[in-house]
């Protein structure tokens, strides 16, 4: 899906949801971030990059 923000995306107030328990809670910039670069790591160990 694609998704159009307008303005600042960090700065508005967002919420996410939980892929386990599908409760509710604040959006955590951070926490993408970090899973982000975990995947990403995960994904260069495994292509030997």
Not at 6 to 29: C, I, L, M, V
Request: net charge negative; glycine share 6%; charged share 30%.
């Amino acid at each position: 899906a694609l998704h159009v923000y307008g303005g600042d995306f960090f700065a508005t107030p967002r919420s996410e949801f939980d892929p386990d328990t599908f409760a509710e809670r604040p959006f955590d910039a951070e926490r993408v971030k970090r899973l982000f670069r975990e995947a990403n790591a995960r994904v260069q160990a495994a292509s030997g990059v």
